[in-house]
């Protein structure tokens, strides 16, 4: 099992730049997939990003360009940067973990952070 723990939110104006980042517990970080979701005010959480444990990433396409996923086996963390952000980027951000590959799917994720909220002002 592994527990997750998410920061690094606040609030940044458009255009702005932030990292989030997650830190897993114990000693396996290296063998799980992460991914970021986030959910929005009155909206179904929805994929932003995943890195395998390979280092192969995937975006959604409403950050494509913008987020960059990355991850650090030797301190159990993974990031989440942000740039160009815009107001329709506001959300609760969840680092995510799962040991076979769930890609986009969040019903496929056993273990999550509480989350950080991001909130981008116009």
């Known amino acids: 099992q592994v527990q997750l723990v998410e920061s690094g939110g606040g609030l940044v104006q458009a255009g702005g730049s932030l990292r989030v980042s997650c830190v897993a517990s114990?000693?396996?970080?290296?063998?799980?997939?992460m991914a970021w979701f986030r959910q929005a005010p009155g909206k179904e959480r929805e994929f932003v990003a995943v890195i395998t444990r390979d280092d192969n990433t995937r975006y959604a396409d409403s950050v494509r360009g913008r987020f960059t996923i990355a991850r650090d086996n030797a301190k159990n963390t993974v990031y989440l940067q942000m740039n160009s952000l815009k107001p329709l980027d506001t959300a609760v951000y969840y680092c995510?973990?799962?040991?076979?590959?769930?890609?986009?799917?969040?019903?496929?994720?056993?273990?999550w952070g509480l989350g950080t909220l991001v909130t981008v002002s116009s």
């Open positions: 995510s973990a799962d040991r076979s590959y769930s890609g986009t799917a969040s019903n496929g994720y056993p273990y």
């Open positions: 114990g000693r396996t970080f290296s063998i799980y997939h």
